[in-house]
């Protein structure tokens, strides 16, 4: 079902939906892992964020420098555990609470405020992953908004990550605009594919 004029939601779970926003071919949720499996992409991402890759906390973690290679086989592995983690709950059942096993409140960030108190990610079964998905969470369902590649400590610190705040920020908007709230009931608002 198309929502206001940015977006439309698509069911990918019991209790999990993913934003398609307007002129993509695909939902956000099947776009990342696209990107995070595609060797051509993840290249071009860690050579242009290699400052990033550098920093103390990767190299201590991973017991090495960490090099563009090294950062491109890890992703690579990571994106294959998440998704099939994330279906794997998402498929768990509608009245189980499964998701809320994988995605953490927002909050450590610092950056919501009331209208956003929904906002969460979820890391996957590695919590030491640097790939996160994010999601607004009304009553037990999630939908998400977008992910990214977080190799900074905050959303703030790096521009991928800013662009995934802004999302987030836009679609609690929109569904706060919509009267979206945490006592709306979501079952209606999908889309099959």
Do not use: C
Not at 65 to 88: P, R, W, Y
Not at 114 to 119: G, T, V
Request: proline share 3%; no cysteine; glycine share 4%.
């Amino acid at each position: 079902m198309k929502i206001g004029s940015i977006f439309a939601v698509v069911k990918i779970g019991e209790n999990l939906f993913s934003i398609q926003y307007e002129d993509t071919a695909s939902h956000i949720f099947e776009e990342l892992f696209d990107n995070w499996t595609d060797v051509e992409y993840l290249f071009k991402f860690f050579n242009n964020n290699q400052e990033y890759l550098h920093q103390p906390f990767w190299e201590s973690l991973y017991h090495e420098k960490i090099s563009v290679t090294k950062a491109l086989e890890i992703t690579l592995d990571l994106a294959e555990k998440m998704e099939d983690f994330i279906i794997k709950y998402a498929d768990s059942g509608a009245n189980s609470n499964y998701l809320s096993r994988i995605f953490y409140p927002l909050v450590n960030d610092n950056v919501f405020h009331k209208p956003l108190k929904s906002a969460y990610k979820a890391y996957g079964p590695n919590k030491t992953s640097w790939l996160r998905v994010y999601a607004i969470k009304i009553e037990d369902n999630y939908i998400i908004t977008g992910g990214a590649i977080k190799l900074t400590k905050t959303m703030q610190e790096s521009p991928n990550t800013q662009q995934e705040l802004a999302r987030l920020q836009s679609v609690a908007s929109e569904l706060k605009r919509l009267h979206f709230t945490d006592n709306s009931d979501f079952d209606f608002v999908y889309l099959e594919i």
